[in-house]
């Protein structure tokens, strides 16, 4: 997070309303897949009554929720009633005092109850995010790694990408998917998974039990070519590509009355206006900038 950042005003942010209807509009073009991410999701009061709009969608086959899991241990249950299916937790550092400081004070025990609580709801898949940033964390990827032994949770290791928002990123802070699966195998025989087209995760599953890790190499491998996925920001911005600063606004159509037929031509013309993505930028610029701070956009 920045150090002061920004808050939208109230009125700007979709209604519950107005995001079932964008969604539902998704789904009618083919989108079978719905991520509740943020910034945080769980900050957004009654978000119950969301998953459930978006869970009667006909059509949704997997509406899942990515979350800093602060508040998760006193929201999995009721969650879990209104329709979510899968939950992915961020847990950057297993060192509760290093956990404080890359979090900017979050409270690393209430997170490890976020998880266990996920687990006891039955939520499938559960998942933990690890970004991993050379010299802050990446002397712990073995130890996040063995969280996924017992196969009862996935844990996915991410590139660091230029979407922090103190601007620290830096290439040389990036540990490569490479390396990860490397000091990985230090410790345990892993046997690489396909990828299903338009997963953004190289799967590995442990050699000598039932579990699996991820690497998302957005940074050393995209994987830009069969990316199938949009993002629409808390205030109505339609983001084809994470890595394009360009937004489409929905939110004027949502709430001057257009018709269905109006807002789904909008929704087309967006994503065929999608940037090439991150391939083409490190092919045309060597390297990257900063583009946006996550906690504005979400995963």
Request: with cysteine; net charge positive; charged share 25%.
């Amino acid at each position: 997070m920045p150090t002061h950042p920004v808050w939208l005003p109230h009125s700007e942010i979709l209604t519950f309303e107005e995001i079932h209807r964008a969604s539902s509009l998704f789904v009618d073009m083919g989108v079978r897949n719905i991520r509740l991410s943020g910034g945080e999701p769980l900050m957004r009061r009654d978000i119950e009554r969301l998953v459930k709009l978006l869970a009667g969608i006909t059509g949704v086959r997997q509406l899942n929720m990515t979350t800093n899991g602060f508040l998760l241990a006193e929201k999995a249950t009721v969650l879990k009633r209104a329709g979510l299916r899968g939950v992915t937790v961020s847990l950057h550092s297993l060192k509760p005092e290093r956990f404080t400081e890359i979090t900017g004070g979050g409270p690393f025990n209430k997170v490890i109850e976020g998880i266990k609580a996920a687990k006891s709801s039955g939520f499938r898949p559960l998942k933990i995010n690890a970004v991993i940033i050379r010299g802050c964390n990446d002397d712990e990827i073995a130890d996040l790694a063995s969280l996924a032994i017992e196969g009862d949770v996935t844990v996915r290791f991410i590139e660091y990408m230029p979407f922090d928002g103190q601007q620290h990123w830096d290439m040389d802070r990036v540990v490569s998917g490479k390396e990860i699966v490397e000091r990985i195998r230090e410790r345990y025989a892993l046997v690489p998974a396909p990828r299903p087209a338009g997963s953004t995760a190289h799967l590995y599953k442990f050699e000598d039990s039932k579990g699996e890790i991820g690497v998302i190499t957005s940074i050393t491998q995209p994987f830009c070519s069969d990316c199938d996925r949009i993002r629409i920001s808390a205030d109505g911005k339609i983001v084809p590509c994470l890595f394009d600063k360009t937004g489409f606004d929905l939110r004027p159509l949502l709430r001057t009355g257009a018709s269905d037929e109006v807002i789904l031509n909008f929704m087309r013309d967006a994503v065929l206006r999608k940037a090439p993505g991150v391939e083409t930028l490190l092919k045309k610029y060597q390297e990257l900038q900063h583009v946006r701070p996550m906690h504005t956009i979400g995963g």
